[in-house]
């Protein structure tokens, strides 16, 4: 089990998530270090799709065909996700 002292629990979507805390955190660094308070204002899966159009640009500035191809499936992943997050919110 994944060290999480000096994260934050956040509770979006009623899932329980660790976003990293501060630079001594075992999660800085990760993609949610840095983003509490922005996590804890909007949907996970806004989170997500937010994600999906950073991967986006930076495929577009990716020299490497082999990069460029790993950041677009990594947005349509994210992109999955999201939607899948949103069928469940909205199924009740």
Not at 34 to 41: D, K, L
Not at 58 to 81: M, N, Q, R, T
Request: hydrophobic content about 35%.
């Amino acid at each position: 089990m994944a060290d999480t002292r000096g994260a934050t629990a956040v509770d979006v979507d009623g899932i329980d998530r660790h976003v990293g805390g501060g630079a001594e955190s075992p999660l800085a660094g990760t993609v949610g270090a840095g983003h509490c308070e922005r996590c804890a204002r909007m949907h996970y899966s806004d989170y997500l799709r937010e994600q999906a159009a950073e991967y986006r640009e930076l495929a577009k500035k990716a020299d490497d065909p082999a990069i460029k191809s790993e950041l677009l499936e990594l947005a349509v992943a994210c992109e999955e996700v999201a939607a899948d997050i949103d069928d469940r919110r909205a199924s009740g």
